[in-house]
C-alpha cells in the first residue's frame, strides 16, 4: 500500500528530566493516514505503530495483538494490586488497553518526546497514563523491585533493525521490576540472524522453562513471552484463558483462540 506521510511538527514543549537528557540525535516523527487508519514512523517508511482513526481502542497491528498474549500467562485479568509497564511508546496501543480496557496503572518509557507530543496529539495517548521520556534502562535501574504484573518491551530505532537495548542483563533488569507471577512480552524480528541469540539471552535471564514464543507474523515479528515464577498453564486452563479474553476483547482485535496455535515453548538452539 502507499503511504503518504508528513512532518509531525511539536506544538508543546517537553523538557526531559535533569541530566537525563539523551545526548544521542532522535530521529523526526512523521504521521501518515491510509484507509482509515494512522500510522506513526521514525524517519523511515517503517511502521512504528498505528491507531484506526474512528476505534482508537482497537489493537491494529498483528505484532502488537500478538504481545498482549502475556494474558494467557495471567491467572485473572483483576487490576487490583497491579500494574502494568510499556517500554517503548509507539502509537500506544498497548497503552491504551491496560490503561483503559484492563484499567491497570499504567507507566510508559519512551527515550523520544517528539514521540509523546505525537502520542497526545494524533494517538489518544490516555490521560490516566504516567509518562517517563527518558532511557528504559535507566527507568529499570531506578525502578521499585517487583512492582509490576504487565511488562511489554518494544524497543526498535528508526533502522528497526534489531533491538536497541538486547542485553541479558538487560532482560534481568526487566525480571527484576516483574512480580511473581508478572509477565514481560518482547517484540523481535523472528527472520533475523539476532533472534536465536536474544531469545537465549532472555531464557538465559528468566529461565528457559519460563519462556514460550509465538509464531512469526508475515512482517517477521516474533513476540516472546517470559515469566518471573510463573505457574505453568496446562492446554486446558489456557484454552479458558483464550476464551474468556476473546469474548471480553475479541471485537478490540484479540483473537486469543488463535494464539494458542501459535504458542511454542522455548527449546534451546544446540549448535552441532
Keep these: 500500500m502507499t503511504l503518504q506521510a508528513r512532518l509531525y511538527r511539536p506544538r508543546v514543549k517537553v523538557t526531559p528530566s535533569p ?27 517503517w511502521v512504528q505503530g498505528a491507531m484506526r482513526i474512528n476505534k482508537p481502542q482497537k489493537v ?4 502488537v495483538q500478538r504481545m498482549l498474549a502475556s494474558l494467557l ?13 510499556q517500554l517503548g511508546l ?15 496503572p499504567t507507566t510508559v518509557v519512551e527515550i523520544n518526546p517528539d514521540v509523546v507530543r505525537a502520542g497526545q496529539m494524533w494517538f489518544a495517548l490516555p490521560e490516566q497514563a504516567e509518562v517517563v521520556i527518558g532511557d528504559a534502562a535507566d527507568w529499570l535501574a531506578q525502578a521499585t523491585p517487583r512492582s509490576v504484573c504487565l511488562l511489554h518491551v518494544d524497543l526498535y530505532d528508526h533502522e528497526a533493525a534489531a533491538p536497541v537495548l538486547d542485553s541479558q542483563d538487560f532482560y534481568a533488569a526487566c525480571r527484576e521490576v516483574l512480580q511473581d507471577g508478572g509477565v514481560m512480552s518482547v ?13 537465549a539471552r532472555i531464557a538465559a535471564a528468566y529461565g528457559s522453562d519460563q519462556v514460550w514464543s509465538l509464531q512469526p507474523t508475515r ?3 516474533t513476540v516472546v513471552v517470559a515469566g518471573r515464577q510463573v505457574a505453568v498453564p496446562d492446554r486446558e486452563v489456557l484454552s479458558a484463558r ?3 479474553i476473546e469474548a471480553r476483547f475479541g471485537t478490540l482485535g484479540l483473537p486469543a483462540r488463535k494464539w494458542l496455535r ?7 538452539v544446540v549448535l552441532v
Excluded: C
Aim: glycine share 10%; net charge negative.
Design 219 to 221: 512482517e517477521g515479528n
Design 73 to 85: 500467562w495471567l491467572p485473572t485479568l483483576d487490576a487490583e494490586g497491579r500494574a502494568a509497564v
Design 242 to 244: 483464550a476464551q474468556a
Design 90 to 104: 509507539g502509537a500506544g496501543a498497548i497503552t491504551r488497553f491496560t490503561a483503559q480496557q484492563l484499567g491497570l
Design 60 to 63: 491494529e497491528l498483528d505484532y
Design 19 to 45: 541530566d537525563k537528557s539523551d545526548p544521542r540525535e532522535l530521529p523526526p516523527v512523521t504521521v501518515s493516514e491510509y484507509d482509515g487508519v494512522r500510522y506513526l514512523h521514525l524517519g523511515s517508511v
Design 187 to 199: 517484540n523481535l524480528f523472528g527472520r533475523d540472524a539476532s533472534f536465536v541469540t536474544s531469545v
Design 262 to 268: 501459535m504458542v511454542r515453548p522455548y527449546r534451546p
